[in-house]
């Protein structure tokens, strides 16, 4: 029995290797991204420990979780306390400072986005352990004020080489810096920045660029002697250092700052798995689908070993174990196609900043043991339902001429539907309005429920619509569109489960572009409802600039005032929360309307918050509001309660002075600049300002929208490359379904062949039966994607996205592409059918 | 040898046909120098044990298949210059067929079936034609069916006007009984014998069963790729008694208890 379903499956070649391709893609999603995800890791384990030496000694909460320094600096005179201690073998100190953007030799930013763009001193200290960090690879160390050393990569992006003179837009004082390249540094272990940049100076250079000039360092790392551990060193040093500053054990500081961004991984990997969940269910579809119709025109044989005496079990059990040796044959292929796609995520996010190039893929067990199991499960789980069906297959039916597979009744299948999508419509309500747990669990399960459903009714509710296509076709197409028409109707299960493959990928990228349109248009409104001044300055991603800038831009002609903006960020209540900051003499020109409290109060040491954030944290004015910043905790009088406010980009705003004192540099995201009445030309003349340092950019109002809007063209246009994945895999879905189906029509192809019909003809009726299976999925995932998208947008529509936008012409467009679709996964189909040989096909079984 | 026409013009001619499979010891001479005319206005049957080239001489004359040298001529058209496309339209405008297997399309009724051959053509029915055409094959109400709701005669008959309906020059039929009834397969037979006698269609049938010889006006017999005889106005004696001689004692004998299913006698 084994034998015979083996050398069944042998049989087949070209239908085995169609039915496995769907699940092929899905387990490559999978394996792609589980080793993306190990390469991240690793690489950034390995980078993180080589950013901290054997002790690290640093101001008490020196850095943010989110990665933010405090401009709280230790002495010089501490290195000679730590020199003395027993189990030091060297001391070296730090200079490090953010936003140190390099430019590239056409004036563009390198890096930015992302990973951080760091400078600071130059030093050859080994990392902990030993491990060695950057090395001069080219060049020298940097001496003397004008010398600089860039990291390979950044080099190598900016386009500079040794002896070059490189630009750098620091967020400090002194904006513009030019400095020539003498050395370039790598990893002598191998390694990457993943997509840092790394400017270094010698030491007074750096100090005097990042630190005001002042002889300290932002850290000190110790080496440990040989045979003193990192704890007994921390331990030594502790006992030395003056109250604020604390001694931290490498191995502790580094997982510390990976922790954080692991978090932030361990969240892309989840978005990402969650695409290739996606891909796995339309693979199941796809699975479903080629095992029904494999079987059916199996239906003969199957009869025939049941007359043989092969009892139902053994005939369900063979067609199981195709499904097995697909399954394994799929997860094979899948793993090395996944290796390919691991590179395509890597280049992905590094359109995001994230550089891994140069690392090589991680491939864990727990990768390859994911693999097979996804691709074998799916597969026979999918196979299953198929495969119950041969159960019921008769003896007596080897002996007849029609045979028919027992199919599920059509109506069952519609009760069936119409019970899922109200109970996924009910699960995706209380998920989306109601109070449950785990709100969001309820809203997949909804979503899943509602596709589901509408596929197990797709064959009862899309017959209005495949009759309609039939007549439209008949009438435009003639006799074969006729035809065409007529065969999509012929088993409207496989026509519609086909279709429903497709309206899954569809339903969520229409989702997605209703969502994006809606947050643009409420971007849009909210731009446009709280836009204050005449320009906004910023920069691109939202990171701190020098206050230089806006100094020179109040005594730019035309320019009647300006107003700053800064932010940073601390702890409250044990949770990250923003603060914002500006000068109290300029609180009037935001224009807030105060619930309660005076704005004008606002001083040194008070805050105004946000009416939310009050209810939230019960907080009223008068009463007292402890927040753990980077100097510690800092207590402030709450003043006033103001409305949301997008122009104030944190519910708690406070005054310039407290949040420098909070140690955070004197550096400002934002800068509002108001024009004299009928001032021209002041654009060009603010431009002119941040001409060398582009950064920072001057915007108007449409200016500043488009800006805010740009992020999220970014986050759709890369969910709809992941759904790409979905909706690849349905279309192999419409090529596997023609392709079967015209394998079990050879006998009628040869004889519309002999009676006249011409090659074209018959490649045109294939791919009218492609397109109005492409148009079927699209037209229903236009419609489940519009109730989804207006369903969300409804229910978010307090957090701030009020504008619900249907983008009626990228829905049209997605319309058309699903036509252009269709006649794509025709082409191979058709051809195969264009090329039967007359003769062959009419006495074909 | 060649066999002469035996009236007027012939609808087909084949001249010095070749076709082999095959090649070395397994080389199978399936027609070999064949020459024929097939009279227009006739009913001609092409007969033969299996493996005799019948079959494959047939798919040359209907532009199914291609020889390997001679050539075939329906009307003046010499088949063997032919690309794809003009066999194409050669198959639709001047070749009717009928199958053994009926060969319907599934998901049409019985009149869309009929008329698929002047629809892919896009020419219209001629009225009168298609009204005997349809009341010669007496389906009567049942054209609105789909073939699976049709018994297998009536699935023959519709398969019969669908090959008349377009007035070709020559209708083929490859053993269009094999899979019948003796009563279903005489009603195909009489509808054969009445559009070759009432509207004067050319019609060549291929076929085992020397009862539906005997329907025809002509019969020439095959044997390993050969023309070896023939018979104008047979009756089924005659017939059986070529068959045994050409093929030998006992694949005559086995004719004669008739092999296959709905050789019966009529």
Redesign the interface.
């Known amino acids: 029995m084994i034998r015979a379903a083996l050398k069944s499956l042998l049989g087949r070649k070209v239908r085995l290797l169609l039915s496995t391709f769907a699940i092929v893609l899905g387990v490559a999603f999978v394996a792609g991204i589980l080793m993306f995800s190990d390469t991240l890791n690793r690489s950034f384990t390995a980078l993180f420990a080589s950013t901290v030496g054997d002790v690290v000694v640093r101001p008490d909460g020196g850095q943010t979780d989110l990665g933010q320094l405090s401009t709280q600096t230790l002495p010089a005179s501490l290195a000679g306390k730590l020199r003395a201690l027993p189990g030091a073998a060297r001391v070296d100190g730090n200079v490090t400072a953010l936003n140190v953007y390099v430019m590239s030799t056409d004036d563009k930013i390198i890096g930015g986005v992302g990973p951080p763009a760091i400078g600071g001193n130059w030093s050859d200290a080994p990392a902990g352990h030993g491990i060695q960090g950057l090395v001069i690879e080219e060049g020298h160390e940097p001496h003397g004020p004008d010398e600089v050393v860039l990291d390979a990569r950044t080099a190598e992006r900016a386009g500079y080489a040794l002896g070059d003179t490189v630009r750098i837009v620091t967020a400090t004082d002194r904006v513009n810096i030019e400095s020539t390249l003498v050395g370039i540094a790598g990893f002598a272990e191998g390694g990457s920045l993943n997509g840092a940049t790394y400017a270094a100076f010698d030491t007074a250079t750096a100090q005097d660029l990042f630190l005001g000039g002042a002889d300290a360092y932002t850290n000190y790392w110790i080496t440990a002697r040989d045979g003193t551990s990192q704890t007994e060193l921390a331990a030594q040093a502790r006992a030395v250092l003056p109250a604020g500053v604390e001694a931290v054990t490498g191995d502790d500081a580094a997982e510390a700052s990976a922790s954080g961004l692991l978090k932030g991984i361990d969240f892309l990997t989840t978005f990402l798995l969650i695409f290739a969940g996606i891909a796995l269910v339309v693979s199941a579809f796809i699975i479903v689908n080629t095992f029904s119709i494999l079987v059916a025109q199996r239906s003969r044989e199957l009869a025939l070993l049941r007359a043989l005496g092969a009892s139902k079990r053994q005939v369900v059990r063979s067609v199981q174990l195709e499904a097995f040796v697909i399954g394994l044959l799929a997860s094979t292929l899948g793993l090395g196609l996944g290796v390919l796609l691991a590179n395509g995520v890597q280049a992905l996010v590094a359109t995001v900043g994230l550089d891994l190039s140069g690392q090589p893929l991680v491939l864990a067990p727990r990768t390859v043991v994911a693999a097979y199991a996804v691709g074998i499960v799916v597969t026979m789980v999918a196979a299953w339902l198929p495969a119950r069906r041969t159960g019921r297959i008769q003896p007596i039916q080897a002996m007849r001429d ?1 045979i028919a597979l027992p199919e599920s009744s059509l109506r069952r299948r519609l009760v069936l539907g119409v019970g899922l999508v109200v109970a996924g419509g009910a699960a995706l309500g209380a998920g989306l309005f109601g109070s449950v747990p785990h709100a969001g669990w309820w809203v997949v399960f909804g979503v899943l429920a509602i596709l589901l459903g509408v596929t197990s009714a797709s064959p009862v509710v899309s017959r209005p619509f495949l009759g309609l296509a039939g007549s439209v076709y008949g009438r435009l197409f ?3 569109g ?2 065409a028409g ?2 999509s ?2 088993n409207p299960r496989r026509t519609t489960a086909t279709a429903s493959a497709l309206m899954i990928g569809l339903t969520l990228a229409f989702t997605v572009a209703i969502l994006g349109a809606s947050a643009k248009a409420s971007v849009d409104k909210q731009v446009r409802d709280n836009f204050i001044g005449d320009f906004i300055v910023s920069s691109a991603f939202g990171q701190p600039f020098s206050p230089a800038i806006a100094k020179r831009m109040a005594k730019v002609d035309g320019v009647d005032s300006i107003l700053r903006e800064r932010y940073g960020f601390g702890r409250y209540d044990g949770t990250d929360q923003g603060v914002a900051a500006t000068e109290p003499r300029d609180i009037d020109a935001f224009d807030l309307t105060m619930d309660a409290g005076r704005a004008a109060d606002l001083a040194d040491d008070t805050v105004l918050v946000e009416a939310g954030w009050a209810r939230d944290h019960a907080v009223g004015v008068g009463d007292t509001v402890k927040f753990q910043m980077l100097t510690g905790e800092r207590s402030w009088t709450v003043v006033g309660i103001f409305a949301k406010n997008p122009i104030v980009f944190f519910p708690v705003l406070t005054s310039v002075d407290t949040l420098t004192g909070s140690g955070f540099p004197d550096q400002d995201n934002y800068v509002v600049i108001y024009a004299k009445p009928g001032a021209r030309g002041v654009q060009d003349r603010l431009d002119e300002v941040v001409a060398k340092s582009p950064v920072v950019t001057v915007k108007n109002q449409q200016e500043f929208a488009a800006e805010q809007r740009d992020p999220i063209d970014r986050i759709i246009a890369i969910i709809f490359v992941l759904l790409v994945f979905a909706v690849a895999i349905a279309i192999l879905g419409i090529v596997n379904t023609l392709a079967l189906s015209i394998i079990e029509r050879t ?2 192809i ?10 074209r ?1 018959l490649r045109q009726m294939i791919r009218l039966e492609s397109v109005v299976i492409a148009f079927l999925g699209a037209v229903q995932g236009v419609v489940l994607g519009i109730g989804f998208g207006i369903a969300l947008m409804y229910a978010v529509r307090d957090q701030g996205l009020e504008v619900i936008s249907i983008p009626v012409g990228q829905l049209v467009l997605f319309l058309v592409l699903s036509l252009v679709v269709g006649v794509l996964a025709a082409v191979l189909p058709a051809r195969r059918a264009a090329r039967l040989d ?2 062959k096909a ?1 006495s074909a079984e | 040898m060649t066999a002469a026409p035996t009236s007027g013009t012939p609808a087909a001619r084949v001249r010095n046909l070749t076709k082999t499979y095959g090649s070395g010891e397994a080389l199978i001479r399936a027609l070999d120098d064949v020459s024929l005319d097939l009279g227009a206005g006739q009913f001609t049957a092409v007969m033969g044990p299996s493996g005799s080239g019948k079959s494959t001489l047939m798919h040359c004359c209907a532009a199914l298949d291609t020889a390997d040298s001679g050539s075939v001529f329906v009307g003046d058209q010499d088949l063997s210059t032919m690309k794809d496309k003009a066999l194409t339209r050669l198959r639709r405008d001047e070749i009717g067929f009928v199958f053994q297997s009926y060969n319907l399309v599934p998901t049409l009724t019985a009149e869309e079936n009929i008329l698929l051959p002047l629809a892919i053509a896009r020419r219209r029915p001629d009225r009168d034609w298609y009204d005997s055409v349809i009341a010669t094959v007496g389906l009567g109400d049942r054209l609105g069916h789909k073939p699976n709701e049709l018994s297998g005669g009536q699935q023959q008959r519709v398969a019969v006007a669908r090959a008349l309906v377009s007035r070709p020059r020559i209708v083929f039929a490859d053993e269009p009984t094999g899979n019948l009834d003796s009563r279903s397969g005489a009603e195909v037979l009489e509808l054969l014998r009445r559009s070759v006698d009432e509207h004067g269609q050319t019609v060549v049938m291929v076929s085992h069963d020397p009862v539906a010889a005997a329907w025809t006006d002509r019969v020439v017999f095959l044997a390993d790729g050969r023309l070896v005889d023939e018979l104008a106005r047979p009756t089924r004696e005659q017939v059986l008694d070529v068959m045994a001689r050409v093929s030998g004692p006992e694949l005559g004998s086995e004719f004669r208890t008739g092999p296959g299913t709905g050789s019966g006698s009529a």
């Open positions: 029609d003639g006799p074969m006729n035809l007529q065969n109707l012929r006998r009628e040869g004889l519309l062949r002999a009676i006249g019909v011409s090659r003809q007359v003769l009419i």
